[in-house]
């Protein structure tokens, strides 16, 4: 059978499963660690055991838990977060002989620590994934799936402050980390920090159908309709790199970005030629001087509709845009929103 045949075989049996058997509720296992981060663990226990019930209790309605949820540990022993919280589990991971989706939360620690202490552990990830679980982890809790060669050639997304960082480690894995959420072949990724929301909504759904889904996070007042981490993003991200004369041309953008910077000039005023500007700044930072200024100018103008009532056309002519139009289209083509909308969800000026 063709890796794709065998593929659509199990999603065909996973879907079985889902539409046939959902009188029991679906187990949901968060793999713990030490080092992890306590609100991404704790947190999406909760979300999944009140699928089915917290939306019932507000509308007086028999309550049907649709997930039963447990948390695993290497051993079965204690985990010590990253803010001291000490959470007990109920199982050991080597002793998980089911589950319908494991959970790897976020690593709140070190990441080259709790990647080497975790090191021998990642089998049961594997094993777990061969046994047609969901496999899923957010944040930087993405380094420990990729650790297992699970995510190689397959679509990923990380917090977008480590992407240099996972790109360098695992250099196979196709990752996107603009994307607040990504999914191939049953292993899903999730973005920075809570992004563990947007996951547990996205997996409730997957096995409960989009009314329960909704009614969750209605009922925990969640906000489910974020696509992307770019509105959350800094230029900072880009200066993880060695080339010291690209940092230099990367201050001197970011100190000139509202003026007209012909590439020409940008070259000439660093001794280089334009040639040479693009091939070292593409290989520092991944994207050419014109899109990195674009990058700034969109970033400082997100900072004026956080921090300013200015009216949106003097925001965009304060970041060096003459065009209205094609300045809202970038920006929401970089953030998911419009300027307007962006200024709404987190204007911070009464």
């Given at each position: ?31 713990g660690f030490d080092q992890a ?130 790109e360098s480690l695992f250099p ?123 990058n700034l100018r969109i970033e ?51």
């Amino acid at each position: 059978m063709a890796k794709t045949d065998t593929y659509n075989f199990y999603l065909l049996q996973k879907i079985n499963v889902i539409t046939y058997m959902n009188e029991n509720p679906f187990v949901v296992t968060v793999l713990g660690f030490d080092q992890a981060l306590a609100s991404a663990i704790t947190g999406a226990l909760d979300v999944f055991a009140f699928a089915g019930v917290s939306w019932q209790r507000i509308h007086q309605q028999p309550a049907e838990p649709k997930f039963k949820v447990q948390l695993a540990s290497p051993h079965g022993q204690p985990i010590r977060c990253s803010n001291q919280v000490l959470l007990t589990p109920h199982i050991a991971i080597e002793d998980v002989s089911h589950t319908d989706i494991l959970l790897i939360p976020t690593i709140g620690g070190d990441i080259d620590t709790v990647l080497h202490e975790m090191a021998s552990h990642l089998v049961h990830i594997k094993r777990l994934h061969k046994m047609n679980a969901d496999i899923a982890a957010n944040c930087t809790g993405t380094f420990l799936l990729a650790k297992t060669g699970l995510l190689d050639e397959k679509a990923a997304t990380t917090h977008w402050g480590y992407a240099d960082k996972f790109e360098s480690l695992f250099p196979l894995v196709h990752l996107q980390p603009d994307k607040m959420v990504t999914e191939q072949n049953a292993i899903y990724c999730a973005g920075g920090g809570m992004a563990w929301i947007d996951l547990s909504i996205l997996l409730i759904e997957r096995y409960c159908g989009h009314q329960v889904a909704s009614d969750t996070a209605k009922s925990h007042v969640l906000d489910a309709s974020r696509t992307n981490q770019n509105i959350y993003a800094s230029s900072r991200q880009r200066h993880f790199h060695s080339d010291n004369e690209i940092k230099n041309v990367q201050a001197f953008l970011e100190e000139k970005v509202s003026e007209k910077l012909p590439l020409s000039f940008i070259a000439k005023h660093h001794n280089m030629t334009e040639r040479t500007l693009l091939r070292r700044f593409k290989s520092a930072c991944d994207i050419t001087p014109r899109q990195y200024l674009q990058n700034l100018r969109i970033e400082k103008a997100r900072k004026l509709l956080e921090t300013t009532n200015s009216s949106i056309e003097k925001i965009v002519a304060a970041v060096g845009y003459e065009d209205m139009s094609s300045f809202t289209r970038l920006f929401k083509k970089q953030t998911g929103l419009s300027p307007s909308q962006y200024r709404a969800k987190f204007n911070r000026v009464k």
